[in-house]
């Protein structure tokens, strides 16, 4: 009898302890509106914190609030949201980036963060809109531009690039064929290359002649 005795109240003790445990994961779980009071703190360094703890909650609502963060006017927190948005696996939730609060931002440096953010993706992603977006860009948008190249080669050699490849190629290599910067149409070179390595060779053929 002294034995069960010792027994369940050691029971009933590792209970207390495991409840107490649960109790305080609770209580320091982060809370999404806490977090997003935290995305309008005065200090950068909190709101970057928010951004990174928003990224592992992982729900719609708070990578909504991560995607907001891109037009931070501190770089550290908007570049911390970029990099958290590329990590996204959810298709449904990389889509947003081509909306308002992404490509379509009014803000230069969101849709450039935003395209950079694709290209950082592990999850296919269709490349026909990203050379949509290339063809509406204006051209004086030389670092969206070529930002939004990276992402196509980057996604084409990863094989991660979706959609009709020939259009896709068709849209970089109107820009490697232009007079447009000479950086610029190096970057839609890489990325015709990525793309279709014969075709982009007579390219480059042509481009030297």
């Not at 999404?32 to 935290?38: A, I, T």
């Not at 694709?118 to 531009?145: C, T």
């Amino acid at each position: 009898m002294p034995s069960r005795s010792r027994e369940s109240a050691y029971d009933a003790m590792k209970s207390s302890i495991l409840f107490a445990v649960l109790a305080w994961s609770t209580l320091q779980a982060p809370n999404l509106k806490d977090l997003e009071h935290e995305l309008e703190a005065p200090k950068p360094e909190t709101r970057r914190a928010a951004v990174q703890k928003l990224a592992a909650l992982g729900d719609r609502r708070a990578w909504e609030l991560v995607l907001r963060a891109l037009g931070d006017s501190e770089s550290m927190v908007a570049d911390e949201a970029e990099v958290a948005l590329g990590a996204i696996t959810d298709p449904k939730l990389a889509s947003e980036l081509l909306g308002g609060a992404g490509l379509k931002s009014r803000d230069a440096w969101v849709r450039l963060r935003a395209a950079e953010a694709i290209g950082r993706m592990r999850i296919p992603f269709d490349g026909e809109v990203l050379a949509r977006a290339l063809a509406s860009s204006e051209p004086s948008e030389i670092e969206l531009r070529r930002m939004l190249l990276w992402s196509i080669e980057r996604l084409a050699v990863s094989k991660r690039v979706e959609g009709d490849r020939g259009k896709i190629f068709r849209a970089v290599e109107a820009i490697a064929a232009s007079r447009a910067d000479p950086e610029l149409r190096g970057a839609a070179l890489e990325a015709t290359s990525a793309l279709d390595t014969l075709e982009a060779h007579a390219l480059v053929i042509q481009s030297l002649s």
